[in-house]
Structure formats: C-alpha cells, structure tokens
C-alpha cells in the first residue's frame, strides 16, 4: 500500500462510483453517515460507527442493517485505493432493493492544537440522535460563528443549555471531574470511548445540565472521530486551562484500540495528516 493521496475517492459496492451510482444521492438529501480516521489500516471504536449505522437505519427505514457488508465495503475500498491512512466516510442512502452504500475516502486528518474560541447560538438539531445528512444547519452557524471572528459554533437550547460544538461533543472538567452536558445532541463515538476509558481509569464523571454562562467557570475539550482540542472561550469570555482533561484525554485515547479493517493492514498512524476540528 501507499501513503501517496490521490484525489478524494467514493466507492459503492467496493468498486469506484459511477455518475449514476452518485446521482439521487446528490440530488435527494436522505441518508445517514458516519466518519472515522484510518490510520494502517485500522479505525477506533469500529464497533460503535456500525452500532451507529444500524441504529439509524432502524430508525428512519424501520429496517436492520446489514453491517457485516458495510465492513467489507469498507475494507475493499482501502484495498482498491492502495491507502493505508484516510478519513473514512460511510453515507447510507434508501434505495431497492438495499440501501445504497457509499464508502468515501479523503485526507486523514487531525484536530487542531489552538484553543477554540466559541461563539454559541440557540439551535438543536433536527432527531439529533440521528448522525443524518441534513448538515446544512451545523456549517450555517459555523460560518456565522468565524463571520464574528471566532472559530466555530457552540449550540445551546432556548433555556440556555449546553448541548454540542456544530460537528463535536464537548467534555467539561469541574474541580477533578469531567462534566458531559446533558441535552439533545449527537452522541459522537469519541465521546462514548472516551467516557469507557475514563471510567476504566476511575476518572470521576458527571452527566447533568450544564448553562451556557457555567463554560468561563469550567474548562473544556471538543471532541470527535478526529480527536480533542482545547476550548479557549465562549462569547468573548475565557474559560478556565484544559491543560489537566487534555492529558487524560491523550491518556486515554492511548488506551483506545485500533480495528483493523482488512486483515493485510498494519496498524497506527503512518502519515502527516491534515489539522483542523
């Protein structure tokens, strides 16, 4: 395999898409996904995207999934592109008589190491227990956010609750402890293997509401299929130095096993990647 990245690459059935595989999938936006970052071959928390994927299906088609099919998909998309690092995206259309699969390879990537300066709006997004297509809302406000000179969006419900970054969850630590807001959102695979390993290590957790003018108190982390990154401030105010929940953070994700996708890949990270959240 190679380490050389071609152009971004979309798969369907294991073979490259053709127009016809993309077009009602570029023109009807239906469908679920998830993403995670390859690197030798292998992802974290295999098992959780395709609980997710299944999950999903189950709940917008009434219909199981077949994850088993997804996984080689996966697998021989890797083999036919001759990558062994990527960001992997698995999209999840309706179609007959099966879903339509699409496996898409870009450049592997990683979160930035600045602190994230925030600016938060009232949105919840729409079955937020869902990792849906409908993403226009996530970038919207992002775009909103970096127009005002921060960096990306915080969202809080109309009572002023913390709920998720526009595409990442956030850990909060609070005199020894990690705080996970409790609200409608996305629950992202990083935060639920994080949440396992900080639990396997005795780190204190706490799931409960979190208000919007706690953040300066406490300090944070945003987190996703990328990895963490420090939170800087929220509306101008500064929150409080991460520095103690991104080491056990970085501990944790040590700890955190890779999957292999296909048996002839290796394992870790192998190339530069891309940073940014």
């Not at 709006?121 to 956010?145: C, D, I, N, Q, W």
């Not at 509401?209 to 101008?236: F, H, K, M, Y």
Request: glycine share 10%; aromatic share 6%; net charge neutral.
């Amino acid at each position: 395999m190679t380490s050389t990245w071609p152009a971004l690459l979309i798969f369907r059935d294991g073979r490259p898409a053709t127009a016809a595989d993309l077009a009602l999938p570029a023109l009807v936006n239906d469908g679920h996904f998830t993403t995670m970052q390859v690197r030798g071959g292998a992802v974290q928390g295999l098992e959780l995207h395709l609980q997710r994927l299944d999950r999903a299906h189950r709940r917008l088609y009434a219909q199981p999934l077949d994850t088993g099919r997804i996984h080689d998909d996966c697998a021989a998309a890797i083999v036919a592109s001759g990558l062994v690092d990527a960001a992997l995206r698995i999209t999840v259309h309706p179609g007959e008589p099966g879903p339509v699969v699409l496996v898409s390879l870009a450049p592997p990537a990683l979160p930035g190491t600045n602190g994230l300066q925030l600016k938060a709006f009232t949105y919840v997004r729409e079955s937020p227990e869902v990792k849906h297509v409908g993403t226009f809302p996530l970038f919207h406000y992002r775009r909103l956010a970096r127009a005002a000179g921060a960096d990306d969006a915080l969202f809080v419900t109309r009572d002023g609750h913390v709920c998720e970054g526009s595409t990442w969850n956030l850990a909060l630590w609070d005199r020894g402890q990690v705080l996970w807001p409790q609200a409608p959102a996305l629950r992202g695979t990083r935060e639920q293997l994080l949440q396992r390993e900080f639990g396997r290590a005795g780190v204190p957790q706490l799931t409960r509401v979190v208000a919007l003018d706690e953040l300066p108190t406490l300090a944070g982390i945003a987190c996703n299929s990328r990895g963490v990154q420090p939170l800087a401030s929220v509306d101008g105010r500064a929150m409080q130095d991460p520095g103690a929940l991104v080491a056990l953070a970085a501990a944790a994700d040590a700890r955190i096993p890779w999957d292999s996708l296909d048996a002839r890949a290796g394992q870790g990270p192998t190339v530069a990647a891309t940073a940014s959240l």
